[in-house]
Structure formats: structure tokens, C-alpha cells
């Protein structure tokens, strides 16, 4: 059975203003294993090792060459493009709000 792989550019986070992160292109495996929840300690986990590894590459090609290389089925999602909304700081204290 083929590993499969997911590639993909990841979003930025809640907690950053700039978009540094958000450049690279991210292989990342699918889980193989169901996740356990152990009783005696209340952890949640698995045997999966790959789970724990992710790949990073400077571009989309780089990522997929590697997987094809590797054997890896890989689904690749395109990333969503940014739409930026021009405002001035102004606009904030308006009294007609423009969202």
C-alpha cells in the first residue's frame, strides 16, 4: 500500500500580523492509525510515527518531485490567493463605517 501525502501552502495564524510562514510549501502525511486514548495517564496517541513529521520545501514543484521520487500518493491543494482590502486609518474613526 502506497503512503499517502498531503501538500499544501498553510495559512497564516490568528496570532501573526506578517505572512513569514506562509511562503514555504508543507508535505505532511495522512494518519495510518486510529488515535488511542489511554485510560491510566488520559494522553491521546498512536503508534503513527509519521504523524509527527512534516517537510518542508521551497516551492510546490520541489514537494511534489520528492513525493513522485519517494513513491508517495500525494494530493496537492492549490493555495487561496489573499485579497486585500485597501483601507486608510482614518476609515476607523469614520462615522460611516466602511468594512
Given at each position: ?7 499544501f ?10 505572512r513569514a ?5 508543507v ?5 495510518t ?6 485510560d ?31 513513491g508517495?500518493?500525494?494530493?496537492a ?23
Open positions: 500500500m502506497a503512503t499517502k501525502v498531503r501538500i501552502q498553510p495559512a497564516k495564524t490568528a496570532m501573526q500580523s506578517g510562514n506562509t511562503k514555504r510549501w508535505l505532511e502525511f495522512e494518519p492509525e486510529k488515535k488511542v486514548h489511554d491510566l495517564m488520559g494522553w491521546v496517541g498512536s503508534g503513527d510515527m509519521n504523524g509527527q513529521l512534516r517537510l518542508f520545501f521551497a516551492t510546490r514543484k520541489d514537494a511534489e518531485s520528492y513525493a513522485k521520487r519517494k508517495f500518493t500525494y494530493t491543494q492549490d493555495a487561496n490567493p489573499r485579497v486585500i482590502k485597501p483601507k486608510s486609518y482614518s476609515d476607523n474613526f469614520a462615522y460611516h463605517k466602511i468594512s
